[in-house]
């Protein structure tokens, strides 16, 4: 048995690791015949997810983990995260702390009394041993092109499932849109708040003439 720790997260404010999770999750599958694409991908640099469709990365100001990359099932930790935040409900600082252990993951939630610390709850969920796709390539797809630009369409599904993440993560922070180009490449969006930026890519839709 593998007992070898390959990842924790900075101790970090539970609430608020709850809303960013909740929003990058909002990009992930739920086709489980795509399983790495119903993760969310947690590394030092962002937490990231996509369906193929649209994509949310989460980059904060200060390093997010120690260790490797890992894949979380996405309806796993955020369903554990919702009901550890209905556990703290009567604390007024719980802490969240999320541990790779082989191929399992441990979420705990804890006060953040330094005497006297309480857990306040754990849960545990899989990791996905699987090779994530190069999202880097989808930024790199978005660069400015020469050609003109020319009408194109939005999913208003996938243009809400955007809405609703920028929403998690602030709620009077603008949705702006970052670069629009041409039917073929990416939209990307942004979110920037004091702790870090929401960046969202979504697939146009070339309009008919």
Request: charged share 25%.
């Amino acid at each position: 048995m593998n007992t070898e720790i390959t990842q924790t997260t900075r101790t970090t404010n539970l609430r608020e690791f709850t809303e960013i999770i909740e929003a990058i999750a909002l990009h992930a599958s739920t086709d489980k015949g795509r399983l790495m694409l119903c993760a969310i991908k947690i590394s030092s640099e962002m937490i990231e997810a996509t369906d193929s469709y649209t994509l949310g990365q989460w980059i904060p100001n200060s390093e997010i983990t120690t260790g490797e990359p890992a894949l979380y099932d996405a309806r796993q930790l955020t369903t554990a995260l919702k009901n550890l935040t209905k556990a703290a409900k009567d604390y007024n600082d719980v802490r969240a702390d999320l541990t790779v252990n082989g191929q399992r993951w441990l979420l705990t939630a804890r006060t953040a009394r330094h005497t006297d610390p309480i857990t306040i709850g754990q849960y545990t969920g899989d990791i996905y041993p699987a090779e994530y796709p190069n999202t880097k390539q989808l930024f790199d797809l978005a660069k400015p092109a020469e050609t003109p630009f020319e009408p194109t369409g939005i999913n208003p599904e996938y243009l809400e499932r955007l809405t609703k993440a920028s929403r998690k993560i602030s709620k009077t922070k603008q949705l702006t849109m970052a670069l629009w180009q041409t039917p073929e490449k990416p939209i990307i969006y942004t979110t920037t708040t004091e702790h870090g930026q929401l960046r969202q890519i979504i697939m146009p839709q070339r309009q008919p003439n």
